[in-house]
């Protein structure tokens, strides 16, 4: 399974929240930091915002921050929410298949078990798990530990 590049960035966002915990980050910030453009970032918390994991501030002074305990927010539950299409082979679908095998040959089920197997290891993590190593991501980030520099600081 490839993630798309949506739930990509939206991972990206939500660690970089995860780790400048202490305060607002603008979406220009974050695009400069991970190079990414800020129309499809923008997207992408907006995204997040509808689904309740980070929380919008409007305005000269806003920014987006997590809605809820990073320690709260399992990868699993983001990635399913993320992801239109997690199926590895068409025959795993609920609608009618194309597969002349399907219903005789144990992919269906193997492939099944493969994404359980998926989904399981990534339920096991949470947000506060990939932010542990906290002062390398800070350092990646250009925020000085201690310091209100920014994000933007060091772009």
């Known amino acids: 399974m490839r993630l798309t590049s949506h739930t990509d960035f939206a991972l990206r966002l939500l660690i970089s929240l995860a780790v400048v915990e ?64 997690t199926l590895l082979v068409e025959c795993l679908g609920d609608g009618p298949t194309t597969c002349i095998l399907s219903g005789a040959c144990l992919l269906t089920h193997t492939m099944g078990r493969a994404m359980e197997a998926f989904f399981a290891s990534l339920d096991e993590v949470t947000l506060a798990d990939l932010a542990a190593p906290r002062m390398a991501l800070r350092q990646r980030l250009g925020v000085g530990e201690g310091s209100d520099r920014g994000l933007a600081a060091t772009a």
Do not use: C, F, W
Request: glycine share 10%; charged share 30%; proline share 2%.
């Open 22 to 85: 202490e305060r607002l980050v603008t979406i220009e910030e974050l695009a400069r930091r991970h190079g990414l453009s800020r129309n499809h970032l923008m997207k992408v918390a907006q995204t997040l915002v509808s689904l309740g994991y980070v929380t919008g501030v409007r305005g000269r002074a806003g920014g987006l921050k997590l809605a809820r305990p990073a320690s709260t927010i399992r990868m699993g539950e983001v990635v399913r929410a993320l992801e239109d299409d």
